[in-house]
């Protein structure tokens, strides 16, 4: 495990080519996408950057997971007084939505799907599957584990801006409720300085929410930076301490 | 020769690839991708895929010289090798590691040795067209032009 063999497999773009934005910054969606072929790595990674996303492309599940952060072997190790500064960049930006192949070594897409699930920090995070064999069964139980949505290869840009576009709407009503919540509050602070009565829970103008989702959970999936990580594993301290 | 030719002969060799089934609507999916920011897209991917396949067919050479064949691993490397061809729209490429992998599921060496020359036979077919597509792109860069799209529905 040589420690110059840290970043080889993956590539984060961050900057989008200038006259690809047509979004602000906050609206860009990041997505972790993860195929074990270099080939089709490189074609998901363009259909995605095309979209107007911010991608990271990994080769593995077990990449993946270390990338979110999920990683139980590297946090073992961590434990014990491992290096944690090899580890240290491999988590990044926070993760909008997973793109995974489903055939791969080691682990397989489904089970990154089920870690993912299983995981109260990031369960939230929409997970699609590709997958070259068109099986029902197959289709079936991935959906039955809270996939997303499960594209049949060979990925076509019509697949991706589908996908990116619900997306978007998601991520945005979810910024929405946020920003109406705020509001909310923001008002009632005003009224109660004011000395008014209670503000009953009058809607803001530009909220059109149809979904009955508990307040908690959307807060999660809101991309507002401020809200405070409920990831608290040892990674993150440790990375923390070693920045300084 | 002009410009305005080698564009045509560009379009009328594109077309031709499609009619004898070397490439299908994924390679098109692939041009779409291709643009000022990416100019060398569809290059980029399919010499990754060239360098792939050759390392795949030599670890299927070596599978399938074994006293005992491990038809699993060949099956996982004609997988593999199905998958990338199809993302580039190789399409006889692709065709013949389906019927590969039909051999292996029986396991029946004799015809995974035969489909292994036939995948062979197309990758290095589809190699050659290729060669010759970009060929073609590059005259037609080098003389100041602009390489014509190929719509659908030819």
Redesign the interface.
């Known amino acids: 495990m040589a420690r110059n063999g840290g970043v080889a497999w993956m590539r984060t773009t961050e900057k989008i ?1 200038g ?2 934005l047509s979004t602000s910054d906050t609206e860009e969606v990041h997505v972790l996408a993860v195929d074990d ?4 790595r ?2 998901i990674e ?2 995605l950057r ?1 979209s107007s996303c911010k991608v990271t492309a990994v080769d593995s599940g077990r990449r993946a997971l270390q990338y979110l952060g999920l990683d139980e072997e590297i946090q073992k190790k961590e434990t014990n007084g491992f290096d944690p500064f090899f580890y240290c960049d491999f988590q990044g930006l926070k993760v909008d939505l997973i793109i995974t192949d489903y ?1 791969m ?1 080691g682990m397989t897409g489904y089970e990154l799907l089920k870690k993912v699930k299983e995981s109260s920090a990031f369960r939230e995070i929409p997970v699609v599957i590709m997958s ?1 064999e068109n099986v029902i069964a197959r289709i079936d139980r991935c959906l039955e584990e809270g996939a997303e949505d499960f594209i049949v ?5 019509s697949d991706v801006k589908r996908i990116i576009d619900y997306t978007t709407t998601e991520l945005r009503e979810g910024e929405l409720r946020e920003g109406a919540r705020a509001k909310r509050r923001g008002i009632n602070k005003r009224k109660q300085r004011e000395g008014d009565d209670d503000l009953s829970s009058s809607p803001p103008s530009t909220l059109s929410s149809s979904t009955s989702s508990s307040p908690s959970s959307s807060i999660q999936s809101a991309t507002a930076p401020s809200s405070p990580s409920t990831l608290d594993s040892p990674t993150r301290r440790l990375k923390m301490t070693s920045s300084e | 020769m002009e410009l305005v030719q080698i564009q045509r002969s560009l379009v009328d060799y594109t077309k031709s690839l499609f009619m004898e089934g070397f490439l299908d609507a ?1 390679f098109l ?2 041009q ?2 291709q ?1 000022d ?2 100019p060398d ?1 569809v290059f ?2 399919v010499s ?2 060239f360098e ?1 396949s050759e390392k795949l067919l030599n670890e299927l050479i070596i599978a399938l010289d074994q006293p005992n064949v491990d038809f699993k691993k060949i099956d ?1 490397h004609v ?2 090798l ?3 061809s ?4 190789a399409q006889r490429v692709k065709n013949a590691c389906i019927a590969f992998r039909n051999y292996c599921d029986v396991q029946n060496i004799e015809g995974c040795l035969t489909c292994l020359q036939q995948v062979k036979q197309e990758c290095y077919l589809v190699k050659n067209k290729f060669e010759t597509l970009f060929r073609l792109e590059q005259q037609i860069m080098a003389s100041g032009g602009s390489v014509p799209t190929i719509e659908l529905g030819f």
């Open positions: 080519d006259y690809d072929s270099l080939v089709d490189k074609v363009r259909l095309i055939c070594p070259s290869k060979p990925v076509k840009l | 994924q999916q692939l779409q991708l643009d920011s990416n897209f980029e991917v990754l895929f792939d996982s997988h593999q199905k998958g990338s199809s993302s580039i729209g």
